[in-house]
């Protein structure tokens, strides 16, 4: 049985809840010891909507997060929530109050602002539309329309990275490094993009690809998953990284979004340069 301390965690939203959703993981991520069951309530913009939000808290008491615009609402849930002897917090709060006195300007009041229907969410669309139209060396045909290509043998995150990118409005295509297979003859001429090598440990790729052919219930006897094959493509890798002078991120111990802001980092610098 798990040692972990379970609390109950709700987490009200006006909008999608995304900005809350993260902020209370990065913040429970701090504490190895527990573990929240999340209660999670997004569009929460009128009374009925409410109600049942109250109601949930009422009868599995804990900690309440929430991102409210409305003051008649915050002030119905926060005063419940005194009733209940339940904390709270509004975890924009310090932030808005901190830029609302360095601007001297007053919040706009508009629950989901973040998620307007302007340039950057269509920039963004954009982006995540070429992303899945050029995943896993697909429609290479305009490879220099790309903002950063991302190369590596299977399994090194390729894909899930680049739909992070795409969700930061970067349009990111990958390649596969396949033994036997060249890499599209247009990738050279590609001058735009920036273009990032990405590898990890012989160990940690076996791993990861044998538990990939035992959910696809296929035979693990192939050199897709022998140790010495692996240390031949990684080998090989390297050797193309280092001839073409392209950086080189190390994914063993990288969560999706460490390196992707790796990655955030050098496409700032490679545009700096462009």
């Not at 040692?3 to 504490?31: P, Y």
């Not at 992303?131 to 697909?138: F, N, S």
């Not at 990890?200 to 219930?217: C, D, G």
């Not at 190390?250 to 980092?265: F, G, K, L, Q």
Request: aromatic share 6%; net charge negative; with cysteine.
């Amino acid at each position: 049985m798990s040692t972990r301390r379970l609390f109950h965690l709700h987490l009200v939203s006006d909008a999608t809840g995304e900005t809350l959703n993260a902020v209370a993981r990065a913040a429970c991520a701090q504490f190895e010891d527990v573990r929240p069951i999340e209660h999670v309530y997004a569009l929460v913009r009128g009374s009925r909507q409410l109600e049942r939000v109250l109601a949930e808290i009422e009868e599995s008491p804990g900690m309440v997060m929430y991102t409210m615009v409305n003051e008649e609402l915050r002030q119905r849930l926060e005063n419940r929530c005194d009733e209940l002897h339940t904390p709270y917090i509004s975890v924009l709060d310090p932030a808005l109050d901190a830029l609302a006195k360095y601007l001297g300007r007053q919040t706009s009041h508009k629950p989901g602002s973040q998620h307007a229907l302007d340039s950057n969410y269509f920039g963004r669309i954009e982006a995540l539309n070429y992303t899945m139209a050029h995943d896993d060396g697909q429609s290479s045909g305009d490879l220099n329309s790309a903002d950063v290509i991302l190369i590596g043998v299977s399994r090194t995150s390729k894909t899930p990275t680049c739909i992070y990118l795409a969700n930061r409005g970067i349009k990111a295509a990958n390649i596969p490094l396949v033994p036997g297979i060249p890499l599209p003859a247009e990738l050279p001429e590609a001058r735009q993009p920036l273009i990032v090598g990405l590898t990890a440990s012989a160990e940690r790729l076996m791993q990861i690809r044998k538990n990939r052919l035992l959910t696809l219930k296929q035979e693990d006897d192939t050199a897709y998953v022998d140790r010495t094959a692996i240390e031949e493509e990684l080998t090989n890798a390297r050797r193309i990284y280092s001839r073409n002078g392209w950086p080189v991120i190390d994914v063993t111990r990288r969560s999706i979004e460490e390196t992707a802001a790796a990655i955030i980092n050098l496409y700032q610098e490679h545009r700096k340069l462009a």
